[in-house]
């Protein structure tokens, strides 16, 4: 976690002068630290929720844990060979693009279930973390760990260093975030909250305790499992939340009614050069992905919340661009 | 929480001097704080994980979470009157402690779903914190939040300014610790890991969103559920775990088995003038409330884990003793 920038150096250098976005974000944190202001927030108290996919890294064209489940899967097979000939691990064997992208949310949950539990946690985290520092995003051909938003860690940080807790809500699988979210983000395993399965304790042949990640979901952290998440792992209301789409809008809802000084921001995608364009809010085409509708818009309007956009807002988008 | 200790000072002076227990928790520190040691731990690894109900306070002769759940039933009846005469909330509102002492389970159960779920989270919050600055435990006749373990406020100090983060891990309600943990333990509600239940999302008439506590059970933060609760709230294998009975067991093999320098401690209520004597541990009485058997009392010697002695490792038991 960097904490070492001076007093007079920018804490924002990558978000463009002036209002809406940068603006607010340092009005915020101004009001909320100002121990004489009547908006003065406790430091213990300062906690910020950022959703990750579409907010603080890229989701499109597919979900970075969606592929790595799908990478998985002949890892999976090799274990259990008479899934080679079912469905959908049968597709997902084929290779074949197009075919993949059809499979149904029944088939993707059957490749969840068996890429993302069933194992122990050692083995898994290990398993992610050999992916994590190899797997490329299809369009950049980077690490997908690369293809963070600059001006998102700086903002991270610059929360941070203004006392404020920073936690992930993500609809991604928890466990799956935790494994790179302190090197990537600064963000503790600790302080994610995703959707989550229970763990099984028992025991290896030697009397090795140990947790073995099984299917019963516990909380689908989407929607308005976003602020039942953050009550069941935080137990307070955040001052301040960052999201992107419509599975984000009951978090922004909750963090922004709780009194005095609240901060709630949205990134729309509407820089197709940078990295992708889609909305359909001002327009933008409508993905399946990371939707933003314009009923969000409206609501971020009538609340208050600023909406940040990428091509207006950030001078930079991924770290690489500095 | 106090983190103004000097050097110089004795850090635990309600402890006594020497073996076993004062010297395993300062060789515990020492080594893994020491950067040149072998064992030496990241402070943003270091995590001790305490049971609450036995080992930071109190639990005999009854949970207080259940006495609250108790007292709180003519409330609840109050805006219920249906469930006036029908048990077992007849039974608790007869006032026959000879007849409560010996309702079951499942009569319980009824008793917790009907006290601790179906209000907001706002509302519950208000209703235990004027409980718990209010009821008083029957034998000392003083507040529960006094009877605090003197010699474990000090200890979750101590680990605190060695950079240890303290968490809880109880079998008692997670919103219901929350409530008093920051005030009572200097541990924040982000800290308390307990059983559980869901929340639900939802609007007032007025569009407010706010969160009803419902009675699906998530988590059962008792024997393997601590473990599983640890690995859901925290992510992290703790270096340290502090229990009293039965239902810590697989906590502290969990704890201990990581590998590096790792405490076990289990404090045995063997001191019948100053607070309770129950075991069946060194021949001590069994009760309900907090069995340490014979077996736990080998394991722990097996495996190195330290029992406390209330009578003899203590000073002081309580606060208000010194």
Redesign the interface.
């Known amino acids: 976690m960097s904490q070492d920038a001076s007093a007079d150096a920018d804490p924002l250098p990558s978000w463009n002068d002036g209002p809406p976005a940068r603006q607010a974000i340092l009005d915020f944190v101004r009001i909320t630290t100002d121990k004489t202001g009547p908006d003065f927030v406790p430091e213990?108290e300062r906690i910020a929720a950022f959703d990750q996919d579409g907010t603080l890294w890229v989701e499109h064209p597919i979900y970075s844990q969606v592929m790595y489940c799908l990478d998985r899967v002949p890892a999976v097979v090799a274990k259990k060979p008479e899934l080679k000939s079912v469905e959908p691990f049968k597709t997902v064997l084929s290779g074949n693009q197009a075919a993949i992208a059809k499979l149904s949310m029944k088939d993707l949950e059957k490749i969840l279930v068996a890429t993302l539990t069933g194992m122990s946690?050692t083995d898994f985290n290990a398993e992610v973390s050999a992916w994590i520092t190899t797997a490329k995003h299809p369009k950049f051909g980077r690490l997908y760990t690369y293809l963070v938003y600059q001006p998102m860690l700086e903002l991270l940080s610059y929360l941070r260093t203004n006392g404020y807790?920073t936690y992930i809500a993500t609809g991604g699988g928890?466990?799956f975030v935790?494994v790179y979210s302190?090197r990537v983000y600064g963000i503790?395993?600790?302080q994610?909250v995703g959707s989550?399965g229970?763990?099984?304790?028992g025991y290896t042949k030697d009397g090795?305790?140990f947790?073995t990640k099984d299917p019963r979901l516990?909380?689908n952290d989407d929607k308005?499992?976003k602020?039942?998440g953050i009550?069941?792992?935080?137990?307070?209301r955040p001052n301040a939340a960052f999201g992107n789409s419509s599975g984000d809008r009951?978090m922004l809802?909750?963090a922004t009614?709780g009194g005095g000084s609240r901060l709630g921001m949205l990134v729309l995608h509407d820089d197709a050069e940078r990295e992708f364009a889609y909305g359909p809010a001002r327009g933008l085409p409508q993905t399946k992905i990371g939707t933003f509708p314009q009923t969000l818009a409206d609501e971020a309007q009538k609340k208050g919340w600023t909406v940040i956009s990428m091509k207006k807002d950030w001078k930079h988008v991924f770290p690489f661009e500095k």
């Open positions: 213990a946690v807790k928890q466990d935790r302190e503790p395993p600790e994610v989550v229970g763990t099984s304790f090795e305790p947790l516990l909380l308005a499992g602020p039942e009550h069941l792992m935080i137990g307070r009951q809802e909750y009614a």
